[in-house]
């Protein structure tokens, strides 16, 4: 295959950019650079009443936020509605379309009847063949595609294999409206030939429009792209995807705290397959992704399989690079948290050092945030309930005895910390932990953190004991 490969990622923005969206623009992205192509992004913006600005942005951010970017400028569908009228008029001249002068009145009368009889509903043609000077006066026609009423057409799928449809079953479908608007059917033909797709991917949804379209690229002499129809993702227990089974936009995985890499990796496996292999680098997903090994039955959304993935980028990621992930997802998660971006310096610095133990139990990021707690907790802490009953009576007075030998210290560090502990338990027959353990609550505010030397080192002195006095009554 050469360079002439382009693919396109078509949404219309009625909502946000779902997960099974953003699959499908990874698929377009990914077979674009496999072939050293072009993938472009196509606003399907024809429906207005149902089209907004906001989800316009939701879509855009949503790509920029996973790393899927696209060749040349964004094309609104909407705004080449006067391409698809052009278009719509050269098929009424070569006698591929005529105008159709049926009222609503008829067409519901025709539904009826096919209901009745049980037969899908069909246009019936009654204008097909008529004698244009039949039109009745003063009212606007639709124009419909002089369909073939013979034969088959055949679509050649790169996933789902020969499709064929008997032509007598597939109607004259309307191109252009009464109104003079053009239908997506027509819209999308126009376009994907304007911007020289030359493989479709998208949702199995649309593999009878894929049939309709075909019909259209034909009466137009254009060449008709490649097919790829992608099933759908049903959540975990094999029903369609709901929102409760993780149908939500791709803003919403963001704020749930996973890195962009992880949910690319999470999608690519949704569906395709390249041996077993589970773990993706970008360059591998690249390298690797061809629509053969897509799958033909619906992938399943499973939760945990996303967690398990995140976390491991989390652990496989600089300290450096998740300071700043948090600082990203600050604006949206941190505020019910304390923080604001961008972070203040010194707080970076001790995110930073304290990643290398933070990061080994984090699943996503807000669970990263939450362990770090510590860190940016404000004075006096609030303490989790298992941390405050650690701290009782006898627990404090032992932290107020240990508060005397730290602040003796010379140096502060994990090592000179630990060091006065170790001592002050060994001097009062204590075992480590019954001095460790109310340490970490009220350093910490939990009974789980990194290693509590490893929190007094990073707190530093003067927060470190103000800490504790605050604990033990000494503030
Ligand atoms: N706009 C359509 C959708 O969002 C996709 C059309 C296409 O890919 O051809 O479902």
Same mark, same amino acid.
């Given at each position: 295959?050469?360079?002439?490969?382009?693919?396109?990622?078509?949404?219309?923005?009625?909502?946000?950019?779902?997960?099974?969206?953003?699959?499908?623009?990874?698929?377009?992205?990914?077979?674009?650079?496999?072939?050293?192509?072009?993938?472009?992004?196509?606003?399907?913006?024809?429906?207005?009443?149902?089209?907004?600005?906001?989800?316009?942005?939701?879509?855009?951010?949503?790509?920029?936020?996973?790393?899927?970017?696209?060749?040349?400028?964004?094309?609104?569908?909407?705004?080449?509605?006067?391409?698809?009228?052009?278009?719509?008029?050269?098929?009424?001249?070569?006698?591929?379309?005529?105008?159709?002068?049926?009222?609503?009145?008829?067409?519901?009368?025709?539904?009826?009847?096919?209901?009745?009889?049980?037969?899908?509903?069909?246009?019936?043609?009654?204008?097909?063949?008529?004698?244009?000077?039949?039109?009745?006066?003063?009212?606007?026609?639709?124009?419909?595609?002089?369909?073939?009423?013979?034969?088959?057409?055949?679509?050649?799928?790169?996933?789902?294999?020969?499709?064929?449809?008997?032509?007598?079953?597939?109607?004259?479908?309307?191109?252009?409206?009464?109104?003079?608007?053009?239908?997506?059917?027509?819209?999308?033909?126009?376009?994907?030939?304007?911007?020289?797709?030359?493989?479709?991917?998208?949702?199995?949804?649309?593999?009878?429009?894929?049939?309709?379209?075909?019909?259209?690229?034909?009466?137009?002499?254009?060449?008709?792209?490649?097919?790829?129809?992608?099933?759908?993702?049903?959540?975990?227990?094999?029903?369609?995807?709901?929102?409760?089974?993780?149908?939500?936009?791709?803003?919403?995985?963001?704020?749930?705290?996973?890195?962009?890499?992880?949910?690319?990796?999470?999608?690519?496996?949704?569906?395709?397959?390249?041996?077993?292999?589970?773990?993706?680098?970008?360059?591998?997903?690249?390298?690797?992704?061809?629509?053969?090994?897509?799958?033909?039955?619906?992938?399943?959304?499973?939760?945990?399989?996303?967690?398990?993935?995140?976390?491991?980028?989390?652990?496989?990621?600089?300290?450096?690079?998740?300071?700043?992930?948090?600082?990203?997802?600050?604006?949206?998660?941190?505020?019910?948290?304390?923080?604001?971006?961008?972070?203040?310096?010194?707080?970076?610095?001790?995110?930073?050092?304290?990643?290398?133990?933070?990061?080994?139990?984090?699943?996503?990021?807000?669970?990263?945030?939450?362990?770090?707690?510590?860190?940016?907790?404000?004075?006096?802490?609030?303490?989790?309930?298992?941390? @405050? #009953? !650690?701290?009782?009576?006898? +627990?404090?007075?032992?932290?107020?005895? &240990?508060? /005397?030998? $730290?602040?003796?210290? =010379?140096?502060?560090?994990?090592?000179?910390?630990?060091?006065?502990?170790?001592?002050?338990?060994?001097?009062?027959?204590?075992?480590?932990?019954?001095?460790?353990?109310?340490?970490? @609550? #009220? !350093?910490?505010?939990?009974? +789980?953190?990194?290693?509590?030397?490893? &929190?007094? /080192?990073? $707190?530093?002195?003067? =927060?470190?004991?103000?800490?504790?006095?605050?604990?033990?009554?000494?503030?």
């Amino acid at each position: 295959m050469s360079s002439a490969v382009v693919t396109r990622f078509a949404p219309s923005p009625t909502g946000y950019l779902h997960i099974g969206g953003a699959r499908t623009a990874l698929f377009n992205w990914l077979y674009a650079r496999r072939y050293g192509g072009r993938m472009m992004l196509r606003i399907e913006d024809t429906d207005r009443e149902r089209s907004t600005q906001g989800a316009i942005d939701a879509i855009l951010d949503g790509m920029s936020w996973l790393g899927l970017d696209w060749d040349g400028d964004v094309v609104y569908q909407f705004a080449r509605a006067e391409r698809h009228r052009e278009v719509a008029q050269a098929l009424l001249d070569s006698g591929n379309a005529y105008r159709c002068y049926a009222t609503p009145d008829e067409l519901a009368q025709m539904r009826e009847t096919a209901r009745a009889e049980g037969r899908p509903l069909r246009y019936d043609g009654r204008w097909r063949d008529r004698d244009p000077s039949d039109a009745p006066a003063g009212v606007a026609p639709a124009i419909r595609l002089r369909a073939p009423s013979e034969g088959e057409t055949v679509v050649e799928d790169a996933v789902q294999g020969r499709v064929v449809w008997q032509n007598r079953d597939l109607d004259d479908l309307v191109l252009l409206r009464s109104d003079g608007n053009p239908t997506y059917m027509l819209a999308v033909v126009v376009d994907d030939h304007d911007m020289g797709v030359t493989q479709v991917i998208r949702g199995d949804d649309h593999l009878t429009n894929a049939a309709r379209q075909s019909q259209i690229f034909s009466a137009l002499g254009w060449e008709v792209p490649r097919m790829a129809h992608i099933p759908l993702i049903h959540g975990a227990d094999g029903a369609k995807l709901s929102k409760r089974h993780g149908a939500l936009g791709v803003d919403a995985y963001r704020d749930l705290g996973y890195l962009p890499a992880a949910l690319r990796n999470y999608l690519v496996r949704l569906g395709w397959s390249h041996g077993d292999q589970e773990v993706f680098s970008t360059e591998e997903m690249v390298a690797a992704f061809d629509l053969k090994a897509i799958g033909r039955s619906p992938a399943r959304f499973d939760f945990a399989k996303l967690e398990n993935l995140n976390g491991l980028y989390i652990r496989g990621a600089s300290d450096a690079a998740l300071v700043s992930a948090i600082e990203q997802v600050v604006p949206s998660i941190g505020a019910e948290r304390g923080l604001s971006a961008p972070l203040p310096p010194a707080l970076r610095e001790k995110l930073t050092a304290a990643m290398p133990g933070l990061k080994e139990r984090a699943k996503t990021l807000v669970e990263l945030i939450d362990s770090a707690y510590y860190l940016y907790a404000a004075r006096p802490l609030a303490l989790d309930a298992k941390a @405050a #009953a !650690l701290l009782t009576d006898e +627990t404090k007075a032992r932290l107020g005895a &240990v508060i /005397a030998e $730290l602040e003796a210290l =010379e140096t502060w560090d994990a090592a000179s910390t630990e060091g006065a502990v170790r001592a002050f338990a060994e001097a009062n027959g204590l075992k480590l932990g019954l001095v460790a353990q109310p340490l970490r @609550a #009220a !350093l910490t505010g939990r009974t +789980t953190s990194p290693p509590v030397f490893d &929190v007094l /080192a990073v $707190l530093g002195r003067e =927060e470190s004991l103000s800490r504790l006095r605050d604990q033990v009554g000494q503030g």
